[in-house]
């Protein structure tokens, strides 16, 4: 299977596509054997690896100072306890730029109102995931959506360079 994976990544390298290969939290906990040899031979191959859904539950924090990922997606847990209590934003905004100075992209995931753009907006959140955007779209309405005011293709902003929270986009 391994072997069929990089010869995936390296035909679409030559193709000018960077693979991007998400792991959830819970599969990498359950992956003990060879999962950083697996995720950092991907890396060498040229592919983007995710940890998806970090803290939804077997999350430690010292596991994430070595894991050979290049993203850490946060998960959407986080962002509903910043609009429940100060203490949430104040332990979101630390986990953030702990991540961060560990090397990581970050993405915050499961983002859906204006409030929760604000929030992240402020704390220094990067680039988010969610409802906010749309919900999961067929292939055409995608496309329709590329072509709204709301997501202009290719002239995404980040919530810290944005103006106004409806007019950026991360590919």
Same mark, same amino acid.
């Given at each position: ?6 010869? $995936? ?27 950083? $040899? ?54 979101? =905004? ?48 995608? =496309? ?28």
């Amino acid at each position: 299977m391994m072997k069929w994976i990089e010869e $995936n990544v390296e035909s679409s390298q030559k193709l000018g596509i960077k693979s991007r290969f998400e792991i959830t939290e819970t599969s990498f906990e359950a992956m003990k054997q060879n999962r950083n $040899n697996i995720l950092e031979s991907l890396q060498k191959k040229g592919a983007v690896t995710l940890l998806d859904d970090f803290g939804s539950g077997y999350s430690v924090l010292n596991t994430i100072v070595d894991i050979p990922v290049d993203v850490i997606k946060i998960d959407r847990g986080f962002i509903t306890s910043c609009l429940e209590t100060d203490r949430g934003i104040y332990f979101l =905004k630390h986990l953030i730029d702990m991540i961060r100075n560990l090397g990581y992209q970050i993405i915050c995931e499961g983002v859906e109102t204006d409030e929760q753009i604000e929030i992240l907006r402020q704390i220094g959140c990067d680039e988010i995931q969610g409802y906010w955007y749309s919900k999961p779209l067929s292939m055409e309405d995608y =496309k329709e959506l590329l072509q709204s005011e709301k997501i202009s293709k290719g002239g995404g902003k980040t919530p810290k360079q944005a103006k106004s929270p409806k007019i950026y986009f991360r590919q």
